[in-house]
């Protein structure tokens, strides 16, 4: 398996611009969460899917950001615009239900100048 | 109520010693405590976890002590390795709800 697999690795943008991050979870696994890391916040929750539905977005900082899970197989977490106090590792993993153990991705590295 | 506290931040420890990091709850509905490891450049991974119903689970050289009463829980290194360098991360979950993550410790160990 090639466990969670995360796009882009880094991403450079402009403050205003809009980002797009991509994952595609784990053949199989139901449950798909998007986490952001920063040093000073840790990992947080942006928000996290159950069979490609919604079910926690409390974690998500403002209206710039969004997230879709089209189907069982790809999500997006968009940001538009983007501020330089976005700039954060994003992470995305799943899950065989959302009690088991998460299996994150790689990360993207974004920088928001 | 809903916060891990962890500490220390960062650690530092010699080869072959023991490295200890410490989280504390509070809130007591907890029932799933997990250690995640991370790597640079990589996403967290699961190391080990615990339910309140034990007071310690072993793993090789890695593990966690468990106080209840004390709403404090903590994972132990033995024989500190440099490959064991990470940020370790303790978590806690209620049922089916989310995990909540400590902000994380970085541990280096010296060769």
């Known amino acids: 398996d090639a466990g969670v697999i995360q796009s882009p690795r880094h991403e450079v943008t402009e403050m205003g611009q809009e980002v797009t991050l991509r994952c595609k979870p784990i053949?199989?696994?139901?449950?798909l969460f998007w986490y952001r890391q920063t040093m000073m916040r840790g990992l947080e929750l942006l928000i996290y899917f159950n069979n490609n539905v919604p079910i926690d977005d409390s974690g998500m900082p403002e209206d710039r950001f969004s997230a879709k899970m089209p189907n069982a197989s790809f999500s997006t977490l968009k940001i538009q615009p983007s501020e330089p106090r976005d700039s954060a590792v994003y992470f995305c993993?799943?899950?065989?239900?959302?009690?088991?153990?998460?299996?994150f991705g790689s990360g993207t590295q974004l920088s928001v100048l | 109520q809903q916060q891990v506290k962890q500490s220390p931040q960062s650690l530092i420890v010699q080869k072959g010693g023991i490295s200890i990091i410490n989280c504390a709850y509070e809130n007591t509905a907890f029932d799933y405590f997990p250690w995640y490891q991370q790597f640079p450049g990589k996403g967290p991974a699961l190391l080990i976890a615990i339910r309140p119903d034990v007071s310690e689970k072993k793993e090789g050289r890695f593990t966690i002590s468990f106080n209840k009463s004390a709403k404090q829980f903590s994972l132990h290194i033995m024989d500190s390795q440099p490959g064991d360098s990470a940020t370790y991360f303790c978590a806690a979950r209620k049922g089916d709800d989310k995990i909540i993550f400590g902000k994380g410790t970085r541990l280096h160990i010296l060769p």
């Open positions: 053949s199989g696994h139901n449950s």
């Open positions: 993993a799943s899950s065989l239900g959302a009690r088991a153990k998460l299996f």
